[in-house]
Each structure stands twice: as structure tokens, then as C-alpha cells.
């Protein structure tokens, strides 16, 4: 684990990368480094989340600044801008069954293939999908996802990167840890090794890449 | 009372003490008003939260402390967090004994439409799916018709949410079920009749046998069956 700045993180990231970002409607969003790649206007980018958020927060900021060429999300019906652009042909959105997102990233991060699943069976999530039967019950095998970045949010991390979250920040982010080539930390609190109990880890030091210094 | 509270309050009669359940945004968020004295409903919010508790004191927010619409509630004695993928494990992996939602249409089958109308809205179907395929018992909540027209239907136009049929849907005229994939007529709402109900519903609408009719005469229930377009059970 390295710490980095937060320009340098952003730095790092090349436009038309896939990045998985934590946070549920902005809650557990790594908001500084959000305004950072809108600062230094990284393009083309696919965004991997929940939802779109709203406009002026979290990944909101994202799709105002028009960064992002796709989203996979769950649900973008608290942004409108997500929808202009989508109705207008500026990004590409694939909505996902939230449950199913969730353990696409979990596979992805966990070494599976994909996962199968009861849900969309019937609907038009189901489209284009394999149908596989295990005793008797129709699912949908969906493959895992991966990302270049993992964008991730901490309430507190040590010197090591060892990580916690806190409450309903916890969210995506500790899946999306697991399942990206580099991942970058942004922790409330820094804090040294030892401070956070070995039964309080949430996400183990060594999936951490990067840890964004307190600027 | 209005037809929201209405909902809400016969909704809530559906409750039993230790239950986890899971509510939808709209009329399915009264239900937490409603919980009898004395027992005790987890209430889960998908976004990793079980004993989801009321919005906070002024000044005492927590911007970490969220229900899914990323609003600051407080979070009661005995709650937990957790992360997405607990979070819905709970929810497909068969743990969650209730989920209320909302919708746009139900079929006479018992399916339920209710997370996009096509060319017109799109929100994204967040947890909807996965609640009404994982879910133990799902009650839909939601108006008898919209602009005059039927909710129950047929066959639903708009996409599904599931090919589960759910178990109940509770309206401000009437509860009905799907016992044998067919809507059945189980209850009136205090003041409403048969024929009320009949003329809201599109489709085939069984009348229950024991149908509970508070303020309804039974020859009137009898030449309601006969006449309506469903059969008795």
C-alpha cells in the first residue's frame, strides 16, 4: 500500500477507464476524489455504482461535468440529468437488479465467473441472458464484474490500509475493494496500526492499493 | 381517512412480532406507522440497515446514517449494518418474511408491474426485483385505479418486476389475493361494495366465499358473484 495526493490519484486514472465507485445515493461516495476527476475533466469513463446519485452529489457531479460514456448502476430515478442524457443518446445506462449487482461485483472480486440468480427471471432484465436450471427452478446466469479503479470510501484506515466503514456508508464499497485492478482509499480518519481491532477490519490491508493523504 | 392511511392501516394488521420486513417508498412507508403496541417488526432498508429509526433530532443528522433514499434517519436499539451483498442475501437467500412495495399493475395472475413505464420513466428497477423474487410474502400497496383506469388488469402492459405472482394487494377499495393464480376478491374495505370493486378491476375477479363484507347485504354479494365477470371459488 502506498499513500498518494489526491491529484495524484485522480492523475492515475486514464480517461475511458472502468471505475467501480462506492456509495448508495452519495452515502460511502469518495466525494474529494468525485471533484477531483471533475477538476482535471477525465472522460469517457464507465462508472460501475448503485445509482447516478443526484446532481451535486457523489457520482451526480460525474454525469453534470458529461465524464461518462456508460453507467452500470441500479437506479438512476433520483438524477434527471442521467435521464436527458440517456434519452438523448449521450450514455449508455445498463440498469441492474441492485441484488444482482451487488454479487456480480462479489463474484468479480471473489474469483467466480458469475453468479445465478432467480431474479429477472420473466422480465426484460432477462433478455439476452442464459437461463440456467439448478432442481427444478429457472436462473439467470449473470457474469461478474470487474473495474480498472475501485473508488472506494473508508470511515477509517491505518497506516497499513486496513480498512472500516461506518453504517450505511459501508454499502458497495468493501465488495467493490475485491474487485478492481487498483484500488484507491479515501479514509475519514487515518489512524495508526493497532487502532483498529483485528476483528474490526472490514477490508484487510493487502486489497489496498492506494491511500489518499490528508491534503 | 384517506386512501393512503387506509392502506397502510390494513397493511399493518399483516404484521407479526419478530418479522423482518422490508417497505418500498410511497404509501408501503406508512406501514411503519402502524405497527401494533407491544410488537416488535425489524424493519430492514436495502441499503444495509436493520432497525431503520426515525429522522434524527435538528443537529443530530449523521450524513453516514441513511435510508435508501439517502435521507438521515436515526437507527433504533438492537439495529445492525452491513454491506450490499448481506444486505440482499438477505433478500434473495429467503430471510426476509415480508416486503411491501408499490405499483403501476397487477395482473389477474398476481404479477406485478411496477419499476418503469417505458418512453416515460426510467428510474431503474433498484431493489424491486430482487425483492419481489426473494421475499417470503409480498403485499402490493397501491390505489385501486389510476386516472379512472383499472391497476388490476388483465395482462399488465408495462414490464414486470418478477414472474412471482405476489400474495397480496391491498387497495383502498378492496384486499385481494391470488390463491390458485387467480385474483380473488378476500375483502371490502369499510363501505364499499362487490360491485364497487368489480367495476375497478379489470379481468376475471373471483368473489371469495368468505368474503369479509362489513356493510354489505349477502343477497346482494350472491347476485354480485353471479353477475361479475370472475366465478366463486
Redesign the interface.
Known amino acids: 500500500m502506498k499513500t498518494i495526493s489526491l491529484q495524484d490519484a485522480a492523475a492515475m486514472i486514464p480517461a475511458g477507464a472502468t471505475l467501480m465507485v462506492g456509495g448508495?445515493?452519495?452515502?460511502?461516495t469518495p466525494e474529494p476524489l468525485v471533484d477531483e476527476l471533475v477538476r482535471q475533466q477525465k472522460g469517457d469513463l464507465t462508472v460501475i455504482a448503485?445509482?447516478t446519485?443526484?446532481p451535486g452529489?457523489g457520482i451526480g457531479k460525474l454525469i453534470t461535468a458529461k465524464l461518462l460514456r456508460r453507467v452500470i448502476?441500479?437506479?438512476?430515478?433520483?438524477n434527471p440529468e442521467t435521464?436527458k442524457q440517456?434519452l438523448a443518446g449521450d450514455l449508455q445506462v445498463d440498469?441492474v437488479?441492485?441484488?444482482?449487482?451487488?454479487?456480480r461485483i462479489?463474484a468479480g472480486g471473489f474469483g467466480l465467473g458469475g453468479i445465478l440468480?432467480?431474479?429477472?427471471?420473466?422480465?426484460?432484465?432477462a433478455e439476452g441472458k442464459q437461463t440456467v436450471a439448478v432442481d427444478g427452478r429457472d436462473y439467470l446466469l449473470e457474469p461478474a464484474l470487474r473495474a480498472d479503479f475501485a473508488l472506494v470510501h473508508a470511515?477509517i484506515a491505518d497506516y497499513l490500509g486496513n480498512l472500516g466503514?461506518?453504517?450505511?456508508?459501508?454499502?458497495?464499497?468493501?465488495?467493490m475493494a475485491m474487485a478492481a485492478e487498483t484500488v484507491v482509499v479515501q479514509a475519514e480518519n487515518i489512524v495508526p496500526v493497532g487502532v483498529i481491532a483485528p476483528d474490526h477490519v472490514m477490508t484487510p490491508a493487502p486489497v489496498v492499493d492506494y491511500l489518499i493523504a490528508k491534503g | 381517512m384517506d386512501a393512503q392511511t387506509l392502506i397502510a392501516q390494513r397493511i399493518a394488521q399483516e404484521l407479526r412480532d419478530g418479522m423482518l420486513v422490508n417497505l418500498g417508498i410511497g404509501i408501503p412507508t406508512l406501514v411503519a406507522n402502524f405497527v401494533p403496541k407491544g410488537m416488535h417488526v425489524f424493519f430492514q432498508s436495502e441499503n444495509g440497515l436493520i432497525g431503520t429509526g426515525p429522522v434524527a433530532d435538528p443537529g443530530m443528522a449523521l450524513p453516514w446514517l441513511t435510508d435508501a433514499g439517502g435521507k438521515p434517519v436515526t437507527a433504533l436499539p438492537g439495529a445492525s449494518t452491513f454491506d450490499s451483498a448481506m444486505s440482499f442475501g438477505l433478500i434473495r437467500g429467503g430471510h426476509l418474511d415480508l416486503t411491501v412495495l408499490g405499483g403501476l399493475q397487477v395482473d389477474q395472475h398476481g404479477r406485478l408491474a411496477n419499476w418503469m413505464v417505458p418512453g416515460k420513466m426510467v428510474p431503474g428497477m433498484g431493489g424491486a426485483m430482487d425483492l419481489v423474487a426473494g421475499a417470503k410474502r409480498v403485499i402490493v400497496a397501491m390505489q385501486h385505479t389510476a386516472k379512472g383506469r383499472p391497476k388490476i388488469v388483465r395482462e399488465c402492459s408495462l414490464p414486470l418486476t418478477s414472474d412471482r405472482p405476489v400474495d397480496l394487494v391491498v387497495t383502498e377499495l378492496a384486499v385481494i389475493g391470488f390463491p390458485h393464480g387467480r385474483a380473488t376478491l378476500l375483502e371490502t374495505m369499510d363501505g364499499v361494495t362487490v360491485e364497487e370493486v368489480v367495476a375497478a378491476t379489470e379481468g376475471d375477479l373471483v368473489i371469495s366465499p368468505e368474503l369479509s363484507e362489513p356493510t354489505l347485504p349477502k343477497a346482494t354479494s350472491k347476485a354480485a358473484a353471479m353477475t361479475s365477470i370472475g366465478e366463486p371459488l
Not at chain 1, 73 to 78: E, F, M, Q
Not at chain 1, 97 to 103: D, F, I, S, V
Not at chain 1, 165 to 175: D, E, I, K, S
Open positions: 448508495f445515493m452519495g452515502v460511502g448503485n445509482d446519485a443526484a452529489i448502476v441500479s437506479h438512476i430515478g433520483l435521464q440517456m440498469l437488479p441492485q441484488g444482482t449487482l451487488a454479487e462479489r440468480t432467480a431474479t429477472g427471471v420473466g422480465t426484460i432484465a470511515f466503514y461506518v453504517l450505511t456508508a459501508r454499502n458497495f464499497n468493501p465488495l
